[in-house]
């Protein structure tokens, strides 16, 4: 069983900064593939981005394109998203997310068995 936990979240204001951390531990095998999801008040939630362990294919949605940044960095378990250039919409609860086979695409989250509790993002005008 895998557990992830999210870190890193706080208040901005628009074309600032967030570094979130995603620590992932347990047994993960090296085809694990690990995404950030969002959720606003009153929205589903959606797909961030994803990114296939040990130095493997990145996905993003159209709207962060640009801005944000998935990485692995280094050989420990921990994912990072880079956000700049951040606007109000970007506001929600940011969770993170792990499954035990490669993503292909942004997948949905009905693919991934490993969440996190979640970590604010709030994004001021």
């Known amino acids: 069983q895998v557990q992830v936990e999210e870190s890193g979240g706080g208040s901005v204001q628009a074309g600032g900064s967030l570094r979130l951390s995603c620590a992932a531990s347990g047994y993960i095998n090296s085809k694990a593939c690990m995404a950030w999801f969002r959720q606003a008040p009153g929205k589903e939630r959606e797909g961030v981005a994803a990114?296939?362990?040990?130095?493997?294919?990145?996905y993003y949605a159209d709207s962060v394109k640009g801005r944000f940044t998935i990485s692995q960095e280094g050989a420990e378990l921990t994912v990072y998203l880079h956000m700049n250039s951040l606007k109000p919409e970007d506001t929600a609860m940011y969770y993170c997310a792990a499954r035990s086979f490669n993503c292909f695409a942004l997948l949905r989250d009905s693919s991934f068995k490993s969440w996190g509790r979640g970590t604010q993002a709030t994004v001021s005008s």
């Open positions: 990114i296939n362990l040990g130095g493997g294919s990145t």
